[in-house]
């Protein structure tokens, strides 16, 4: 199994909110797209009023915050993640939005009945799944006939691709996980559902500050086992620098939009 979905490792990547906080961090700084991903993938949701919408995997809830208005009139939203960390922190920060809830939902097991949502979201996690078509079974069945699905990941060929490159003389050896990503996802999404369309996110990363992609590199679980040192890390990404003092690093997201 990939190092990337065994469960304990990941439930250990995502047990507080620090490691993740540090990721985003790094595109939202640095991202060429101005627009910002979280807001590119709002762009393509088509919620209506009474919509009943449950988001799998929400992490920090960080998508919706400064969002709330997006939400149609007599909405629904129920947030969920399966780390008990991120759904005190969520809980937390939607306390006062009595049309968002928030609870601990693992997507193997959905505790929902058959029909129960106009949309269903997974952005970012679906490569984490340990038994991926189980997970979109669950996702398929508690949606209404001619409900939606939308499920942002990366591509092939980003910053997986790069930091392979980079760190393969350090003994890191990752490839992307591609358990589910831009290239494979249509094969995957349409044994479930009935349409499925894939949107790309044009971006690239321009790191200025060293440090903040260092702290990236070492905030990932696939560099708990290696003997890496910040300061030799450091040296090796700021000699990467262009002319222009930057670390130019491939970006590749985007998300699918499927129907029931």
Same mark, same amino acid.
């Given at each position: ?29 640095? +991202? ?47 947030? +969920? ?34 029909? +129960? ?5 997974? $952005? ?6 340990? $038994? ?45 996980? $591609? ?10 999404? +349409? ?70």
């Amino acid at each position: 199994m990939n190092r990337m979905n065994r469960t304990e490792l990941v439930k250990e990547q995502y047990r507080s909110t620090d490691n993740l906080n540090i990721r985003i961090t790094l595109h939202e700084k640095y +991202s060429t797209n101005r627009q910002g991903f979280g807001n590119w993938i709002l762009e393509q949701y088509r919620f209506f009023p009474g919509c009943r919408i449950l988001e799998l995997g929400c992490g920090t809830g960080d998508l919706w915050e400064s969002h709330t208005d997006l939400l149609p009139a007599s909405s629904e939203l129920i947030l +969920s993640d399966f780390s008990q960390g991120m759904v005190t922190e969520v809980q937390k920060k939607f306390a006062a939005c009595p049309h968002i809830s928030c609870q601990k939902i693992d997507i193997a097991n959905i505790p929902f009945p058959n029909c +129960s949502f106009d949309w269903v979201i997974a $952005n970012m996690m679906l490569y984490h799944v340990p $038994n991926l078509e189980g997970a979109l079974a669950e996702a398929a069945r508690v949606l209404k006939p001619g409900g939606h699905f939308a499920a942002a990941t990366y591509g092939e060929h980003g910053i997986a691709d790069y930091l392979e490159e980079h760190l393969h003389a350090y003994g890191f050896s990752q490839k992307v996980n $591609n358990t589910f990503t831009l290239q494979n996802g249509n094969a995957l999404l +349409s044994r479930r559902f009935r349409t499925v369309e894939r949107c790309v996110y044009p971006d690239a990363l321009e790191v200025t500050e060293t440090k903040d992609l260092v702290d990236y590199i070492l905030s990932m679980t696939s560099m708990t086992n290696l003997s890496l040192d910040r300061a030799a890390l450091f040296a090796y990404f700021e000699a990467q620098k262009n002319e222009c003092g930057v670390i130019r690093i491939p970006e590749e997201y985007g998300m699918f939009l499927c129907t029931l």
